[in-house]
């Protein structure tokens, strides 16, 4: 299955619409997109594993660009909008890319990199760039001569260090139109089909907006793309297209349900039948609110970019385990102990490792690849849970966030979704900060809804309230508060940018 299926089928099908403005590209116009991109990369050298690299914001004119590369049989690279120029730069020198298409509302970032590359913008002018438009307005609308499946190579958002990029090979099948896994997961689990219209709300150079809705394409579907998201925006979405299905972050459910009964009440949501989550397990106050507000349509996973392993679970499954991530539909699930092999029993914690015959590589990093393996040949994300007995998996927090106070293990994740379900509480971010006698003390970045919140007064409201839920050595010994938290658009925190201010500051003996 493929968009140039349906071009064929259903010339004048939406393929995308953009939520904000209404502006349509049918499935043919979108066939023809895609072919002009292949032959651009074509007359440009771009052979088959070949890399090229786009910047851009959300746009509909991006998936031109993706399905391009993909019937190129190239890697394709999207590039987040938040990185540092020199993130950008790393990345680009990493991937080996040949080719960059920024969106020209990016010009200031992009004229900042330096590293050497075929430069082209999109959607206005950067000065001494070439305009992509103009380039592909030459070239003709009809199918490349040697067509092979491409991928995409997605880099990390940088969020615990340098962004990685995840290389797996080409599809084995050259097809363009071949069935892969995330087709059949979408369709048969995820209810996924030629009549879904779907709202994406995040950005599509994060993996699973990107992957979600080209699935969307190669099942006939149509996705309604925001241009970013608003809480309210997206209500309005969904009822104005009859949006069926969707993909969110918890963060998303969030700043939903903290809009006012009133507006909440102004908007159809009954159209929806899939509101798919993933990228963070969700607070369980928070999900329980959506499915008292949706009814039981969430769908939740739990998966990387890496795709070497996927747990899924309904929102039945959910109410019966509540916490849960779901049980494996993709790769079978191992928690194992300190030594990264012995498998630890019901409902004891561990790292969680998934075997499966799916291979990837952190490109360019050995090292990084072999730190993700055990000596089975088990693969792990970085992430720490526990299953229960039914073989339903519970995600404690990343390896890599845990607080060591006075020798005790402490995980953030769970401070953290107890404290944004205060009403006054936008966002919260909980990191580990130095102690010259405990090592390290739990510390409690809050984002509050409103910054004339942001006094000693709310501090203390504020640890009254953790004290309901929390033991003692989870009760945050400081709280800061931020305007805003440095969260991608995707829902990811930049945590480790906020630790490091701490442990920087500390050193510098303030």
Not at 57 to 76: D, I, K, M, S
Not at 88 to 105: F, H, Q, R
Not at 259 to 285: E, F, G, N, W
Not at 339 to 366: C, I, K, L, M, W
Request: with cysteine; aromatic share 8%; glycine share 8%.
């Amino acid at each position: 299955m493929h968009p140039s299926t349906y071009a064929a089928t259903h010339p004048d099908k939406p393929a995308v619409i953009v939520a904000e403005t209404g502006e349509t590209i049918s499935y043919a116009e979108l066939d023809a997109a895609s072919n002009r991109a292949a032959q651009l990369f074509r007359a440009h050298g771009l052979q088959h594993e070949d890399v090229v690299a786009f910047m851009l914001e959300n746009t509909p004119h991006y998936y031109g660009l993706t399905w391009g590369a993909q019937r190129a049989g190239l890697r394709y690279v999207c590039i987040s909008s938040r990185l540092t120029q020199d993130e950008t730069d790393y990345i680009l020198e990493n991937s080996g890319a040949k080719m960059l298409v920024v969106s020209a509302s990016l010009a200031a970032a992009a004229q900042e990199l330096t590293t050497q590359i075929e430069r082209y913008s999109m959607g206005g002018d950067i000065p001494g760039w070439a305009t992509i438009e103009d380039e592909l307005a030459t070239m003709p609308a009809e199918r490349i001569a040697d067509e092979r499946a491409g991928v995409d190579m997605l880099y990390s958002s940088g969020t615990t260090g340098r962004p990685k990029g995840v290389k797996v090979p080409l599809p084995v099948e050259e097809a363009i139109d071949a069935t892969n896994n995330l087709v059949v997961l979408a369709s048969m689990a995820f209810g996924i089909n030629a009549d879904s219209i779907y709202l994406s709300p995040a950005p599509l150079y994060h993996a699973a907006p990107l992957r979600w809705s080209m699935t969307i394409h190669r099942l006939g579907g149509t996705v309604v793309l925001m241009k970013k998201f608003d809480p309210e925006g997206a209500l309005a979405a969904i009822q104005h297209y009859r949006c069926n299905s969707a993909q969110f972050v918890p963060t998303h459910f969030v700043r939903m349900l903290k809009l006012s009964d009133a507006i909440r009440a102004q908007y159809d949501v009954t159209s929806m039948k899939s509101a798919i989550h993933a990228a963070a397990p969700c607070p369980v106050p928070v999900k329980q609110a959506m499915i008292d507000w949706w009814g039981p349509v969430l769908l939740e996973y739990y998966a990387g970019s890496e795709g070497n392993g996927m747990t899924f679970a309904t929102s039945h499954d959910w109410l019966a385990h509540k916490g849960t991530v779901g049980r494996p539909i993709h790769g079978i699930l191992h928690i194992v102990g300190d030594d990264n092999e012995t498998e630890v029993g019901t409902r004891q914690e561990g790292a969680v490792f998934f075997e499966s015959e799916h291979v990837f590589e952190y490109h360019d990093d050995p090292e990084k690849t072999a730190s993700s393996r055990n000596a089975k040949g088990w693969s792990t994300l970085g992430d720490v849970g526990w299953v229960d007995e039914d073989g339903f998996l519970y995600l404690t927090d990343r390896k890599s966030f845990m607080i060591i106070s006075g020798g005790v293990n402490i995980y953030p994740q769970e401070i953290e979704n107890h404290l944004v379900t205060h009403p006054k509480v936008a966002d919260v971010a909980v990191v580990g900060g130095p102690h010259e006698e405990m090592g390290e003390e739990v510390i409690a970045v809050i984002q509050p809804a409103d910054m004339a919140d942001a006094t000693d007064a709310f501090r203390d409201e504020l640890i009254a309230f953790a004290r309901e839920k929390l033991s003692g050595v989870k009760i945050p010994r400081r709280i800061d508060f931020l305007e805003a938290l440095p969260r991608h658009d995707t829902g990811k925190l930049y945590k480790r940018l906020l630790r490091d201010q701490y442990w920087e500051k500390a050193k510098a003996g303030g």
